[in-house]
């Protein structure tokens, strides 16, 4: 029998098929053969990209030169800018406001790599301290409410199709983006309610009951979500509670890497290098005091990492319910995964 699940933290219902489960190599992704481009990316190539904004690099090289670990640059498709002023208005019903924020490319490696568990664990530590800088450094803008990291790989997910280089984006809005506002709310309620963190109560249920625990160590857990929305879904989250992932720690830096690597490694290997997107979901940016809406935020949200495999369609039933359906049982998935 299918199962409607429902997501503890927002309430959205996931239509779990168990019925037609198929097995993990069902879902094993095809690639035709892809032609890239000259990489923009490359180490020698970084006239090709805008100035950067930031770099990790070694001692005694030049800005826009080489000789860096990992580099920040403006997108070039960037919609939003930091030069502007938030102007918030109405027409009629309806409200507008100047496009301001930003929106960058971090460049995860000189070398032309196109997944993140091919870097060696010191530099997806330089990665994660390099994404820590920028939010904090975004995070002083105070017309910018949220910053949203995120990775686009492979074509289906929206990566490029001049490059394959492995990089992740940063999208600074002047607003709380809906996903993580309904997130925000949820966590809020459930603390209001119980006095404790929905996501430190559910990271607890999951270790005890150890079925959908992909990987943990110290420091980190990663788990196939009780109500996940596509196969393979996975979520990455510090064991301590936490609000603000721009506060996470030395050691749990190194966890985190170490998760990643080993994570995106199994996925990679058990799909055949399957288009994914994954985000950082952490608290906004609070530059007001928001009577009543902050007051709680550092104990009832908890921050986390969602990797979201593309490999089903999502259609009309989907857009149009909020609804999802999936395919893989969790528990299957997190199986496949630890074994793998
Ligand atoms: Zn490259
Ligand atoms: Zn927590
Ligand atoms: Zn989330």
């Known amino acids: ?15 779990i098929s168990t019925e037609r489960a198929k097995r993990p190599n069902d879902f094993k992704v095809l690639h035709p053969e892809e032609e890239e481009g000259v990489c923009p990316f490359c180490e020698g190539h970084e006239k090709d990209t805008l100035p950067e904004v930031f770099s990790i690099r070694k001692k005694g090289s030049k800005k826009n030169a080489s000789g860096w670990d990992v580099r920040v640059v403006p997108s070039i498709s960037q919609k939003l800018s930091v030069n502007g002023v938030v102007d ?51 995070g002083k803008n105070v ?19 001049t490059s394959k280089h492995i990089r992740s984006q940063i999208i600074a809005t002047p607003v709380t983006p809906t996903r993580v506002k309904e ?4 966590s809020r309620f459930y603390y209001k309610f119980k006095d404790r963190c929905i996501f430190c109560d559910l990271s607890r249920q999951e270790l005890e009951e150890k079925k959908r625990v992909i990987m943990e160590t110290r420091h ?57 997107n994954y985000m950082l979901h952490t608290a906004p940016f609070r530059h007001a005091e928001r009577p009543g809406y902050w007051n709680t935020i550092k ?14 369609e999502v259609a009309g039933f989907e857009w149009g319910s909020g609804f999802y359906i999936n395919p893989m049982p969790p528990e299957d998935a997190a199986k496949y995964l630890r074994e793998i």
């Not at 029998?1 to 239509?15: A, C, N, Q, T």
């Open 88 to 138: 918030r208005r109405g027409v009629g019903m309806y409200d507008v406001m100047d496009p301001v924020g930003a929106h960058e490319v971090i460049i995860e490696s000189p070398k032309h790599y196109a997944d993140i568990y091919e870097l060696p664990r010191p530099q997806i530590e330089l990665v994660i301290k390099a994404s820590v800088n920028r939010i904090i450094e975004l």
């Open 143 to 161: 017309d910018l409410k949220y910053c949203l990291l995120f990775k686009n790989h492979g074509l289906r997910a929206g990566g490029s199709k």
């Open 183 to 186: 997130e925000l709310r949820g």
């Open 1 to 15: 029998m299918p199962e409607l699940r429902k997501d503890p933290i927002i309430g959205r219902w996931v239509i």
């Open 220 to 276: 980190m857990l990663a788990i196939a979500p009780y109500a996940s929305r596509f196969p393979f879904e996975i979520w990455i989250l510090p064991k301590k509670h936490c609000s603000d992932f721009v506060d996470i720690r030395k050691e749990e830096i190194k966890d985190l890497a170490l998760v990643f690597k080993t994570v995106l490694r199994k996925l990679s290997t058990a799909l055949n290098d399957p288009p994914y």
């Open 299 to 312: 104990e009832d949200y908890h921050w986390h990492i969602e990797i979201t495999p593309r490999i089903t």
